[in-house]
């Protein structure tokens, strides 16, 4: 089983930026997490970041050609407003694809509220921290039974 987990833009500074919002964790505690729970549960996992869109779309592409089973992306703020990313999400039919937010975008800024990319993916988490990658992993793994 092969999971491709995609961060967007600014989740590089997590621990750093707002953490009121995100925490003080970083991004390598992140990174720690989701390797050490896929390898728990016999799962490939690579994790990307990219703070630039056509990188991101150049990477979900890519995933066609690695046969990925899943993807796990946090598109960061391009989640409301990169049609780009979402196309490239949709031409990909075969893997899993969970969105993941660690904020609660329901209950945040009005512009927040509206993803672009969800509809793309099968499955979307949001508001529970750095455990929704782990649920996100879950749900892939699941699904791919």
Known sequence: MKILVINGPNLNFLGIREKKIYGDRDYEYLLKMIKDHALQKGAEVECYQSNHEGAIIDRLQQAYHDGDDGIVINPGAYTHYSYAIHDALKSLEEPVKVEVHIS???????????????????????????????????YIIEHKK
């Open 104 to 138: 609660d975008i329901s209950s945040r800024e009005e512009f927040r509220k509206i993803s672009v990319t969800a509809p793309a993916c099968d499955h979307q988490i949001y508001g529970k921290g750095f455990d929704g990658y782990l649920e996100a992993i879950d």
